[in-house]
């Protein structure tokens, strides 16, 4: 079977597959735990060896632990967030990032993450403070308990400023690199590379409702227009907006976040699967947007 490709994520030197498991949904309360295990496990059986997760995801974390289990957590990196675990959300102090930490840890039963990353601060400047989540993080980073520390929110001014104090190796970005959307190529990604930061694109299937993930599109004139196109010619609007995520001018890698088994093998196939030229040159001649 073909291969996932593998990436640099800049500095950190892990070599990354090209996507990502992004594990929100696997913490839904909709979801029983053996689904969401087989959907994990689904993943790393494709070759996927990047799971990122969150405190603030339900049950998503525990669940990956269960699923690592039998020594599938050799076989990937893993990734969680700090500051927004529900009984904690928006406290980026010393304490409570260290306590979400080891919380983590501890129901993704392990005794090492390989990135924790800053996640969706109102204000910058709070997490960076003297003596805050970043100054923490990096204190556990020296224990070797956290290998490399990052920022995941939506903000460029947010990720600038993070990334300037030279102490950030990930950014995680999101639905500002998609077919409908393409500003983060114009702030952070050039940042990342002057930086040598790893990039993650998340949501490239656009919002919540998933705007290009296939079906029809609701209350976005662009994407129902791309969806009817792609119809027209026999094509998946899902397929051709996780390539061109996977071309983007950065050498990082995108998350996917399918919930089921079957997704996870949908999305896994459609991945291993070029768009011809041909058909990015139409797409392009019709909607202006291409790799």
């Known amino acids: 079977m073909k291969q996932l490709a593998l990436r640099r994520l800049g500095r950190t030197e892990m070599q990354v597959t090209e996507i990502g498991l992004g594990c929100a949904r696997m913490g839904l309360t909709t979801r029983t735990d053996k689904n969401a295990i087989d959907a994990i496990r689904c993943g790393i059986d494709f070759g996927i060896n990047y799971l990122d997760t969150s405190a603030a995801y339900g049950e998503s974390e525990r669940r990956i632990g269960l699923a690592l289990q039998g020594g599938r957590r050799e076989k990937v990196f893993l990734q969680t967030k700090t500051g927004t ?111 040598d930061v790893g990039v993650q694109l998340a949501s490239v299937f656009g919002c919540s409702a998933g705007a290009l993930a296939g079906g029809e599109p609701e209350n976005n004139p662009t994407a129902h227009a791309m969806w009817l196109w792609c119809r027209e010619h026999g094509l998946s609007l899902r397929r051709l907006a996780l390539h061109f995520a996977l071309a983007a001018p950065i050498a990082g890698h995108v998350l996917i976040g399918p919930g089921t088994p079957d997704h996870v093998e949908e999305v896994c196939r459609e991945a291993l699967t070029p768009v011809p030229p041909e058909v990015w040159q139409a797409f392009q001649a019709r909607f202006g947007v291409g790799p």
């Open 85 to 195: 675990h529900p009984s904690r959300r928006g406290d980026y102090s010393a304490e409570s990032t260290r306590w979400s930490v080891e919380n983590s840890l501890r129901l993704l039963k392990t005794d090492y993450l390989d990135a924790v990353l800053i996640h969706d601060p109102s204000d910058i400047a709070v997490p960076l403070a003297p003596g805050h989540a970043l100054d923490e993080l990096l204190t556990m980073k020296e224990r070797g308990l956290v290998r490399h520390v990052g920022l995941g929110c939506r903000r460029h001014d947010f990720h600038r400023q993070a990334v300037e104090t030279g102490h950030i190796d990930i950014v995680l970005t999101y639905l500002d690199y998609t077919l409908l959307d393409q500003s983060v190529a114009q702030t952070t990604l050039p940042l990342a590379r002057r930086h």
